[in-house]
């Protein structure tokens, strides 16, 4: 695949974003130096006006069933600390959810935690292939696309998306303060661990409170996994990172150890190659 110019990055045309609405993605520092690409696939919480927030008002799209708190700070700072390029989605995953496959039932949400969700209670075949045009295609062509631009320089990227995730879910209280999530490609995560277990304050969740063995997202299994790119999912917990100082120095503690691992020479190679 060819990598897309910078505009077509940011203006792909879709069927249901209007003039006033912002694109599906966008790339921040696209020249960033390293070996890497950060993903953040909820990272938005837009919506378009035409939907008038799919009849749920305001209130519930600052919740977590709306995006991921705090990820658009933590990933675009991250991204300068590394000197990597970043791509982050910029709508609602009750849009549609990027990180799950169209197929998914999961995918267009009519209940999130409860929450009734009235503008996705009635989604037809048509919308939602709409929906998948305008929103989760684009985003992952940019992707691809990104990946490519560094392949086709001989660079093998590190993959790593961001996440966020609540802090009590059905009443259980989540003691992790992150989670690096993962499955067979151990290069990336395992050193992380390593690295940012050195400090006692931490409870780190290995492929907790998700795991990267279950394979029921989408982003990483369709565009690293099948590469065999040195990859890796960090999960940190909203309450930490729910203010954009607070998301800062979260990204000042994961660039550090991040950015020793990326020195290492032997990361750049394809899993099994």
Same mark, same amino acid.
């Given at each position: 695949?060819?990598?897309? &110019? ?8 879709? &069927?249901?974003?209007?003039? *006033? *609405? &912002?694109?599906?993605?966008?790339? +921040? ?38 995006? =991921? ?30 990180n799950r496959p169209l197929d998914d039932p999961t ?10 969700? &009235? ?30 631009? /560094? ?12 996440? /966020? ?10 003691? @992790? +303060?992150?989670?690096?999530? @993962?499955? =067979? ?12 277990? #050195? *400090? ?5 969740? =290995? ?29 940190? #917990?909203?309450?930490?990172? *729910?203010? /954009?100082?607070?998301?800062?120095? @979260?990204?000042? #503690? ?14 750049? #190679?394809?899993?099994?190659?």
């Amino acid at each position: 695949m060819t990598a897309l &110019p910078a505009a077509e990055l940011v203006d792909h045309p879709t &069927p249901l974003i209007g003039p *006033d *609405d &912002p694109p599906p993605f966008r790339l +921040h520092n696209r020249q960033g130096r390293a070996r890497a690409l950060l993903l953040a696939d909820h990272a938005g919480v837009a919506m378009p006006a035409a939907y008038d927030h799919l009849g749920l008002g305001q209130v519930p799209l600052g919740r977590h069933i709306a995006y =991921d708190i705090g990820t658009g700070w933590l990933t675009e700072r991250l991204a300068v600390l590394l000197d990597a390029p970043a791509l982050l989605h910029n709508y609602s995953r009750l849009m549609i959810d990027p990180n799950r496959p169209l197929d998914d039932p999961t995918s267009i949400c009519a209940i999130s935690d409860g929450v009734v969700i &009235p503008g996705n209670r009635h989604v037809d075949t048509a919308e939602a292939a709409a929906r998948a045009e305008s929103f989760h295609r684009p985003y992952h062509r940019a992707i691809d696309a990104e990946i490519d631009r /560094s392949t086709d320089r001989g660079i093998v990227p590190a993959i790593i998306a961001m996440h /966020s995730f609540t802090p009590v879910l059905r009443g259980f209280e989540r003691p @992790w +303060h992150l989670g690096v999530l @993962w499955a =067979d490609d151990a290069r990336l995560p395992v050193a992380l661990m390593t690295m940012l277990g #050195r *400090d006692p304050e931490l409870c780190i969740g =290995d492929n907790e409170p998700y795991s990267g063995r279950n394979m029921h997202g989408y982003t990483i299994e369709c565009h690293a996994l099948p590469r065999g790119l040195p990859n890796v999912l960090i999960e940190v #917990r909203q309450d930490l990172i *729910d203010t /954009s100082e607070a998301a800062a120095g @979260w990204a000042e #503690r994961l660039a550090q150890p991040l950015l020793e691992i990326l020195a290492d020479e032997t990361l750049y #190679r394809i899993a099994g190659g």
